[in-house]
């Protein structure tokens, strides 16, 4: 619709609309100009996993060594090798719904089965014990946990981490611990699981990347810091599939990891005050209910009391505003939430305005 001239305002993007920091683009292209543009080893370049051990130490409490640390084309990649080389056919992987759909995907395509504990908006997104005690068989081998989450902004505090350490080490399950938000957050510091005690740690893949935190979706650079045996097992998988992530990205990948964190503080605050904007102007919307997210850069208003006879649920609402309002949205059934749509912030403040505003009139047309 765009290329054929049509005002789109686009809320569905799930990357950062600023540019990569400049030293970074500065650091690759010195790379690639001093022929930087070899192979390298296939689970990264030592100074990248040394400032990836450094990063967990300062900002998340986790302690690893490069032998610990596998670096990916994206953490996409980093979760894929994990599903991989964790999960046997037939078993049991716990999602926390609403989530990431990759999620499911990659335990399907690694034979298992994903079993959803659900969570609502009401009671902030977080899951109880009971939840997972009614979830958990003997066929259970690993709790997926995304804190700061997409697609509803929820930042698991402490003591749910807490909880989900202790289930996990009671019932010998894994847990894979998808970070990639943990520097955009706008109230508590996300808790990462590994830091919560050795013992955890042994059973915890934590995943974490440059996409989010430094706007570097395209350069395809995540990792993750895994017990050692499952970390060379991640590499001999990578070593087969894709080798070495790319060689010039990774040297600017370490000096973004290096950066201060003020530098990238302009980022986050500006995310901090689209969040409250657009909770705002959501909530200034009769009968949408939202929940304030904490963390990452998406939305996920519940929109069921629009929900009628022609527009009977949340897909056809994304379509609906698409056609009628000119606005992108994406449906919440792609995470497990249906009756829910979900906005990015990560659009300026004036084309959330607009585009808020193009929804709030849609809706209340549907509703005349
Ligand atoms: C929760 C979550 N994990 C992982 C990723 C993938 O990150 P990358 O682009 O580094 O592969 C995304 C991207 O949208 C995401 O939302």
Not at 75 to 97: C, F, H, R, T, W
Not at 345 to 356: P, V
């Amino acid at each position: 619709m765009k290329a054929e001239g049509i005002d789109i305002i686009s809320l569905s993007a799930g990357e950062p609309d600023f540019e990569t920091p400049e030293p970074v683009r500065e650091a690759a292209i010195e790379a690639l100009n001093a022929g930087f543009t070899k192979y390298t080893p296939t689970s990264g370049i030592a100074d990248l996993k040394e400032a990836i051990c450094r990063k967990l130490h300062i900002e998340n409490s986790v302690t690893a060594k490069p032998e610990n640390i596998i670096v990916s084309c994206g953490a996409k990649q980093s979760l894929y090798n994990a599903m991989m080389v964790l999960i046997e056919p037939g078993d049991e992987v716990i999602l926390i719904a609403p989530y990431w759909m990759t999620y499911a995907e990659q335990v399907r395509l690694a034979g298992g089965i994903p079993v959803i504990v659900h969570t609502e908006a009401a009671s902030g997104f977080i899951p109880t014990l009971d939840q997972f005690r009614e979830k958990i068989t003997s066929r259970t081998k690993a709790i997926v946990v995304n804190s700061p989450c997409n697609p509803t902004g929820a930042v698991f505090n402490r003591e749910t981490m807490k909880m989900i350490a202790q289930v996990a080490l009671r019932h010998d399950l894994w847990v894979i611990s998808d970070e990639i938000y943990d520097r955009l957050v706008y109230g508590e510091n996300a808790t990462s699981i590994a830091s919560l005690g050795s013992e955890i740690a042994e059973r915890t893949v934590t995943i974490g990347g440059c996409s989010k935190t430094y706007a570097m979706t395209g350069w395809r650079i995540g990792f993750a810091a895994a017990p050692k045996p499952v970390a060379a097992a991640m590499g001999n998988l990578q070593d087969q599939v894709t080798s070495n992530p790319n060689s010039f990205a990774q040297k600017g990948a370490v000096t973004a990891l290096r950066m201060a964190s003020d530098q990238l503080e302009p980022m986050r605050a500006e995310f901090q005050a689209r969040r409250d904007l657009i909770v705002e102007l959501l909530r200034g919307i009769p009968k949408v209910q939202v929940a304030k997210p904490e963390g990452a850069f998406y939305a996920l208003p519940d929109i069921r009391a629009y929900l009628n006879k022609k527009i009977s649920d949340d897909i056809c609402l994304v379509e609906h505003l698409l056609d009628n309002a000119q606005v992108a949205t994406v449906p919440g059934t792609v995470f497990e939430a249906p009756g829910h749509i979900r906005i990015s912030y990560a659009a300026s403040r004036e084309n959330i305005r607009k585009g808020i505003e193009r929804i709030a009139k849609a809706l209340q047309e549907l509703d005349a």
